[in-house]
């Protein structure tokens, strides 16, 4: 009897462990309007631009690239989620109605957003402590608003990009299209 429940247990975890999404992409966050979630519930992902944001920052207009950027590839499984953090200088104030309301009228934002998180010191989000994290591939704090992590199909962080590379940069497309190709 005991080998049948242990057998039983095995089982149901394995399944159970099916259904989560690898690495990074497992890890759980909250949507912008505050429902629990991962990167990987998003469907048709390939590969996901995570970026930390902020409304009051000199880096703030590249919402607007970031939003041409998922336009131009979202079809293809690129998933932009956007992190509102006030960490660096309090330029993200705003609740995460604020926040929603002002890059949806600004910026016609329509990739998924999240809740807002700490993204350095002792309260810091679980994804960005795996994502700047000593194993993570690409270790470091980050050092401002608007930094970019590419991560996988595999849920692995591919490349991080500072706060400086635009979206549209010849960089950063090129990782995106590698990590698009990776995954068919």
Known sequence: MRFLALAL???MTSLHAEDKAPGLLGVPVK????KTTTLGAVKGGKAWLVVNVASQCGYTRQYAGLQSLYERYKS???VVAGFPCNDFGGQEPATEKAIKKFCQA??????PLYAKVAIKGDDAHPLFEKLTGKSSGHPGPVGWNFQKFLIGADGKLIARFGSDVEPDSAELEKAIENALKARK
Do not use: S
């Not at 600004?106 to 990739?111: A, C, D, S, W, Y």
């Open 76 to 78: 293809k499984g690129l």
């Open 9 to 11: 247990t095995i089982l």
């Open 106 to 111: 600004n910026f016609q934002v329509t990739f």
């Open 31 to 34: 949507d912008i309007d505050g």
